[in-house]
């Protein structure tokens, strides 16, 4: 669209506008809808963590949910040890993956080719 308008010599503002609407749209389908998405999703998993949940905090420590208050968790690490983290440091649930180990993973440490 650039070039035609180099090549024609016409300084159209409608033809710039356009654009610049086609690329804020472009932007927000792909950049920042889904980002809102998966902003609301975790909100809504962090609502819903129970106790005796085995999580993950974004820092990587691997604990138990003893105790659920309003903004905070106590976590039971192994060794008996207990830490207080914020709701927002949980990054994800891992007692569904204990539950049931046959779902997801990788074939190569299942044993199988």
Known sequence: MILLQAATG???????????????LVMYFFMIRPQMKKQKQ???????IDKG???VTNG???G???EIKESTLILETEGGNRLKVERSAISKEL???????DSGGDDAKKGKS
């Open 95 to 101: 007692s569904a993956q204990y539950a049931n180990p």
């Open 53 to 55: 949940s085995k999580v």
């Open 42 to 48: 975790e909100t809504q998993f962090r609502k819903t």
């Open 64 to 66: 138990k949910i003893i």
């Open 60 to 62: 990587g420590i691997h």
């Open 10 to 24: 016409s300084n159209s503002p409608m033809g710039s506008l356009w654009m610049f609407g086609l690329i804020l």
